[in-house]
């Protein structure tokens, strides 16, 4: 079955770093368009970065232009959310996603907290 773990998150200050990975298993990984999303709470799941497959074109919210790069490495199964010049509205629980045969799978979500 389709499983999706992330990792990565923890406590930045602003302006700070971070890399997001998620490891995925259970499909084609290579051929699937992957999602990163986040979320605070009381606020709908915000959808921040897309990779497609083959042909790996990105797009991002802009919000996180210029600041955010999703990058995948097919060989390893796992897309990546490197974040720099991070800011408190930052904040949130990261997710990464894939819809498959109509439906849209889950990771279990990261932390990340933006905060001096």
């Known amino acids: 079955q389709v499983q999706l773990v992330e990792s990565g998150g923890g406590l930045v200050q602003p302006g700070g770093s971070l890399r997001l990975s998620c490891a995925a298993s259970?499909?084609?990984?290579?051929?699937?368009?992957m999602y990163w999303y986040r979320q605070t709470p009381g606020k709908e799941r915000e959808l921040v970065a897309t990779i497609t497959g083959y042909t790996v074109i990105t797009k991002y919210a802009d919000s996180v232009k210029g600041r955010f790069t999703i990058s995948r490495h097919n060989a390893k199964n796992t897309v990546y959310l490197q974040m720099n010049s991070l800011k408190p509205e930052d904040t949130a629980a990261y997710y990464c996603?894939?819809?498959?045969?109509?439906?849209?799978?889950w990771g279990q979500g990261t932390q990340v907290t933006v905060s001096s």
């Open positions: 259970g499909f084609t990984f290579s051929t699937y368009t």
């Open positions: 996603s894939v819809r498959r045969i109509g439906t849209m799978y």
